[in-house]
Structure formats: C-alpha cells, structure tokens
C-alpha cells in the first residue's frame, strides 16, 4: 500500500506563487514517476507535470516556464512550484505515483485546492 499526502495548496493573487509538496508513503518502489494533475471545476483531470526518479520532466504547454516540478528521492518526496499563477490554475491538484511498471499513475493523493484569485 502506497499514501501520498499532499500540503501547500490555498488562496493567492493572480501573479502570486504557492509551492505544492506530495510525501509519499509505504511499499514505494524506487523507480517510479511522480507527477502532479489537476481538475478544474467541469473539466477533466489533466495533467500538469511529472518527474522521472533519474530527474527527467515534462510539463503541461500551459504551464511550461512559470511551473517547476523537483523531487527529493531520499524523502521520497515530490515539489510543484508555482510562479506567476493565473485565475485559470484554479483546481485542486494531485499528487500521483507511478510505478516502474506501470504506463499510468496507480496511486492518487486526496487533492489540495488551489485558488488564484484576479
């Protein structure tokens, strides 16, 4: 069993920042990738960015350089940092993992919200 828990999230002005931290929990294999989603109210979940174990990234077109995505292996722990933030980042975002073996995400975190206010 894998947990992920999530913190970071709140209220900030459009051209604000927050940073995201997900800690990851239980029978975590080493080699996986993390990644961080979000859902906006009646959309569906997308994909924000993620992070190989060897540091590899991608990003979302809409959030490529204003959105930085680490992790810190020892800690197993994964970081979203947030600059310039606009009112359309208004989602909850979640954390998830992906083991080696799989093509998709199998572990979630509960979601944080997050609210960019103009």
């Known amino acids: 069993q894998v947990q992920l828990v999530e913190s970071g999230g709140g209220l900030v002005q459009a051209g604000g920042s927050l940073r995201l931290s997900c800690a990851a929990s239980g029978n975590i294999f080493a080699i996986n990738t993390m990644g961080w989603y979000r859902q906006a109210p009646g959309k569906q979940r997308e994909l924000v960015a993620g992070?190989?174990?060897?540091?590899?990234?991608n990003y979302a077109d809409s959030v490529k350089g204003r959105f930085t995505i680490s992790r810190d292996n020892a800690k197993n722990t994964v970081y979203l940092q947030m600059n310039s933030l606009k009112p359309e980042d208004t989602a909850i975002y979640y954390c998830?993992?992906?083991?080696?073996?799989?093509?998709?995400?199998?572990?979630w975190g509960q979601g944080t919200q997050v609210t960019v206010s103009s």
């Open positions: 998830s993992l992906q083991p080696y073996y799989s093509t998709t995400p199998q572990y």
């Open positions: 992070i190989t174990y060897t540091g590899s990234t």
